[in-house]
């Protein structure tokens, strides 16, 4: 059987272990992770409800601890400006980066 003073360090070693657990970066992320994933949820679908955003996807980045990432194509200022109230309204948990840009325009003829 085990001694008193064995199971006492195997409790410490557990205890350190979990805090340990708690307080690695790779956790920290995967609650970033977590936390993005529900709130893309939550978002994707207004964006989708506006058709000025149809060309703007969001996804789940790794960075900053977890993140979530607007890419796509908007018509213009006015367009980028109302798209990024909407998603700041929403009281993101995590750190939202967009990628925005404008349409391509033909040169020439």
Known sequence: MFTRNGLILILVVIVIGLLALRYAPA???FR????????????????????RF??????????????????????????????????????SPVEIIFGLHRPRQKIGN
């Open 27 to 29: 956790f920290e992320q």
């Open 32 to 51: 970033g992770l977590r936390a993005a994933g529900i709130h893309a949820r939550k978002i994707t679908p207004i964006l989708e409800a506006d058709f």
């Open 54 to 91: 149809h060309e703007v996807k969001v996804s789940v980045q790794t960075g900053h601890g977890g993140c979530l990432m607007l890419r796509g194509t908007v018509a213009n200022d006015e367009d980028e400006d109302a798209l990024k109230n909407m998603v700041t309204a929403t009281n």
